[in-house]
């Protein structure tokens, strides 16, 4: 290996020796009917030694597998690639230590450059040569806990996922950052919410809608701003870092019980409901956007009730529901159920002889919207009336996915139905607001 | 009955003419241990007479009910209310003629004033007796084809839904109103899309947020809209006019098939996903926000295709989700399962049997994204493509609650799953964007 083949062996090595090529060098890669033309750049030290990288001009990186085929000149000397191809950089000693717990996802994933498509893979290495700035910020311990796309996420994840972050907590780090796949990262953050209460230090879930290797991708920014919060922010909460718009300006704090994806693809997707962020990370600057938060504390002692109950369901209620599916939950034992209902908390009047059963046999059954913005009140309509008269739970202003997670949460803490009901009433970690602020519902 | 007491009678007007009070008066209610103070309202035609009706300083209206207790002051002439307190309004012969169907909903309804509560019971006269501006804008028609809170619609009501405005569309009426509850407005707005094509009429779709006797309520604004653009709108699709934002300024009239509540309460609860309003109503001028849109003509003769598959399911993804209730789908049938998956269109690989053997069993199965904005995309992530192997079919950045009636239409329409595939291919009435736009996603 050379420094000005950084990464280079075996026969991609060969060739680009061959014409003298270096890193940062404009090369082109003609195969078979394919020509390619871009600036060469570095590999990591686990790369093979068959592809040749290089960055087209419309931004991104296609590798290309080397054959007696291929063809490479060198153009000439082109542009520097923006990004470091310099050793890790030291770790500095007096920063704060910071943990990073990868479990999967986009952020924690390269592009392929085999099949194109993004498999996720990411070592500590990896992770310093997206984002040198890191070693600036923290201290990095680096941890891969799993290797999973978000949708596998199940509830046996956050048991594991909360255990490792207390024990991590527990040797005294300054925060911790879970790096997440963002289809499902809200519901972790809400597990984490309930699952690791008083919490000394601040626990922040980040996540990229676009692979690092993307030049749209916000993962370098959203972990900068993940590790500059978990480093040095004042309160002691579970967040979801993200981008706050389109821009990479300003990174927005979420709270974990507050936060839902609302976009497939945009980098501004997740948004507080109901309520502004906790923070907004901005040219460097924490904005705290309430005084109503805990306090950073490293002498506060973590609370861990890791645990899930998987007999809980979440039933979106439509116009043709078969309420068989309810009875079919029921058959199955599950002790929890949240209804996605329509506007201030309804189902059709079919679906109460069902709920009446659910409840005689003791499931939790609770109401959320699937309106999303606003809040449940089931007083204004007979249906509403009728509902809590059968003993259907109105949840207020909770998002219905981390009323799943809430209920999965407390019909783990308690075998009581009594307790279970009144743990459900409490407002546990803020997943209810007394005041709807909106943040991004007007126009 | 007096003209001064408009509406009185019995024992009410007995009470009342013994204090000399009139209509517009601030009279002072004593009974038992309350005192309510406000201006004299008048009744309808239908009321009882056993109760006063009284608007108060917050605006709200009070019923109360007269017995040997009751004591009535009249404090002073007051201001006087500012509703028409004159004989319905005559019909203006030379105006378009509009058929409002009422199917019930808040729109359609009033404070009952003995319970509190809000009850479905709306007549034309009622109607006239609210919003008597309607008469200046159109001849008025009104039915009441049902008296149903819209969480209680079915398919069933849509078929008679759509056969009736059909048969009022033949006719020959300039458009049709159709007064529906807001819970479910969106998925009966998503129905006649599909029912009624080639339509040579607007058909809008309008609701309330807050009734009739309320200072806040919408009722009046969203009504008047509505027939507006049914008697004179250049546009024959079907909209849902609703308040654009909370003021009062501006109704929105958005595409049937791309429009969803967005909130439990708020007056501008209803967005176009992905996409722009077909138009907006501002002092009394309709602005067309696009010109791809099928013009008014009355020549035009309505394709009426009024049959549903109530066989078809939506099933919202979650951590945990139990694949088993996919089985019970199938076990009992079901034609069609609409997936509400994560992100770009994804569900955990635990569900991938399940969904092998749907398909097996010539089961449509089809995704969409539970993040509402932007459109799934199985093409990025290997979850996807695996999805895209077995047979899931994408439906780009159509809404769930629109892909569910738009598969219970498509399996209503032919036997064969091939065609059934190629119709729900095909965009039938706007329910996908080739492009983008946002409403109301960015701050």
Same mark, same amino acid.
């Given at each position: 290996m050379t420094e000005k083949l950084l990464g280079y062996k075996g026969k991609a090595l060969h060739f680009l020796k061959e014409v003298e090529a270096e890193v940062g060098d404009t090369i082109r890669v003609s195969k &078979?009917? *394919?020509?390619?033309?871009?600036v060469l750049i570095p590999r990591s030290e686990f790369s093979d030694g068959n592809h040749v990288v290089i960055k087209l001009k419309n931004g991104y990186n296609i590798g290309i597998l080397v054959t007696q085929e291929t063809k490479i000149e060198r153009v000439g000397a082109g542009q520097k690639p923006t990004f470091s191809t310099s050793p890790l950089p030291k770790q500095q000693e007096e920063l704060p230590e910071v943990t990073i717990l990868s479990t999967g996802g986009t952020i924690a994933s390269r592009v392929d450059y085999r099949t194109g498509g993004v498999r996720?893979?990411?070592? #500590?290495?990896?992770?310093?040569?997206?984002?040198? %700035?890191?070693?600036?910020? #923290?201290?990095?311990? #680096?941890? !891969? +806990?799993?290797?999973?796309?978000? %949708?596998?996420?199940?509830? $046996?994840?956050?048991? $594991?996922?909360? =255990? %490792?972050?207390?024990?991590?907590i527990k040797e005294g780090v300054a925060g911790i950052v879970v790096a997440h796949g963002t289809d499902t990262i *809200?519901?972790?953050?809400?597990?984490?919410?309930? @699952?690791?209460?008083?919490?000394?230090?601040? !626990?922040v879930l980040v996540g990229s809608q676009r692979s690092a290797d993307r030049p749209s991708s916000d993962a370098a920014t959203n972990l900068i701003g993940a590790v500059t919060v978990a480093s040095k922010a004042p309160f002691a909460e579970v967040v979801v870092a993200m981008h706050r718009t389109t821009s990479d300006k300003a990174i927005a704090l979420h709270r974990g019980t507050k936060v839902r994806k609302c976009h497939t693809s945009r980098r501004d997707a997740f948004k507080s409901i109901n309520t502004l962020p906790l923070a907004i990370l901005e040219d460097g600057e924490l904005r705290m956007l309430t005084q109503d938060y805990q306090r950073r504390n490293p002498k506060r002692e973590v609370i861990v009730?890791?645990?899930?109950? %998987? =007999?809980? @369901?979440?039933v979106k209620f439509h116009p043709g529901l078969n309420r068989g599916v309810i009875d079919w939950y029921l058959d199955q034992g599950y002790e929890g159920i949240v209804l996605e209902g329509t506007g201030l908390g309804h189902v059709s009047s079919q679906c109460f002889a069902t709920l009446r059963r659910a409840i005689a046999e003791n499931c939790l059954?609770?109401?959320?919207?699937?309106?999303?913005? *606003?809040?449940?009140?089931?007083?204004?309509?007979?249906? *509403?009336?009728?509902?809590?008269?059968? &003993?259907? !739970?109105? +949840? &207020?202003?909770m998002l219905s996915e981390t009323a799943l997670v809430k209920i999965m949460w407390v019909l783990a803490q308690t075998k009581s139905v009594d307790e279970a009901k009144k743990l459900l009433a409490k407002n546990v970690t803020h997943e209810v607001s007394d005041r709807t602020v909106y943040q991004d519902y007007e126009r």
């Open positions: &078979g009917k *394919g020509t390619y033309e871009g996720p893979a990411l070592n #500590a290495n990896d992770l310093y040569s997206i984002v040198p %700035e890191l070693s600036e910020i #923290a201290t990095i311990k #680096a941890e !891969i +806990l799993y290797t999973v796309f978000s %949708e596998n996420i199940t509830p $046996k994840h956050w048991i $594991k996922l909360a =255990k %490792e972050i207390a024990k991590n *809200g519901y972790t953050a809400a597990a984490l919410s309930f @699952a690791l209460q008083n919490i000394p230090v601040p !626990i009730k890791p645990s899930f109950n %998987e =007999k809980v @369901a979440l059954v609770a109401m959320t919207s699937q309106c999303i913005w *606003g809040r449940v009140n089931m007083n204004v309509y007979d249906t *509403g009336r009728d509902l809590i008269k059968i &003993g259907v !739970i109105p +949840l &207020g202003d």
